[in-house]
């Protein structure tokens, strides 16, 4: 009787915690030394590209608080699919997104709000179907990930930090030094190229 209700308690609880700790500790990990080697060199840092996002279609709306814009709002300046995928938490068909195989150097922003997401120093070619980048700028600046039960599978879903758009999901798969890969739709985000 004890046993098989500790059986009931325990068996939600442990695929979680079998999931989400070697993530989060990867991401710790990452944080203390991505940030100057990774970057120094990197597309991240060319001079300030306008990177507005949709939101500068907004008017009367801070730029800088994008959390503020309503879901309303961001369907006035989101094409559909846009809209669908960062607002709603789409998913792109696989192999459909024009940065799947795209290699140009540059770095990515969110679509949304312009936010410096990721740079072509640390993408890939994972073949799953979707970008897939080792890290991302300056370790998860601007990224927060959220535990992700949906479908009967336990992943982690990234958003943007600045405006909470689904973006896609990280998996600790990745063949770089990092073991992560972020699996991200070309929808969510803008592609800007390094100057020559
Ligand atoms: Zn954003």
């Not at 500068?56 to 809209?83: I, N, R, Y």
């Not at 696989?94 to 150097?105: C, L």
């Not at 990224?143 to 990280?170: F, M, W």
Request: with cysteine; aromatic share 10%; net charge neutral.
């Amino acid at each position: 009787m004890f046993l098989s209700r500790a059986s009931r308690l325990l068996l939600p609880i442990l695929p979680v915690s079998r999931v989400r700790i070697p993530v989060f500790a990867t991401a710790a990990k990452m944080s203390s030394d991505s940030s100057k080697s990774a970057f120094s060199s990197s597309p991240y840092s060319f001079p300030d590209v306008p990177a507005e996002g949709a939101i500068a279609k907004l008017s009367g709306v801070d730029a800088k608080d994008p959390k503020a814009v309503s879901e309303s709002q961001w369907k006035t300046v989101l094409s559909p699919e846009e809209f669908h995928i960062t607002r709603e938490a789409g998913t792109e068909p696989k192999f459909s997104g024009k940065y799947d195989k795209f290699f140009k150097p540059g770095k990515y922003n969110c679509i949304c709000c312009g936010a410096d997401l990721f740079v072509s120093d640390d993408k890939f070619n994972s073949g799953c179907g979707w970008p897939a980048f080792s890290k991302s700028v300056d370790g998860d600046k601007n990224i927060i990930r959220i535990p992700d039960h949906s479908y009967g599978y336990e992943r982690t879903e990234v958003r943007c930090k600045q405006c909470n758009a689904h973006l896609g999901h990280v998996f600790d798969d990745g063949p770089k030094e990092t073991g992560e890969r972020y699996c991200i739709n070309s929808v969510a985000v803008n592609f800007l190229e390094k100057p020559e």
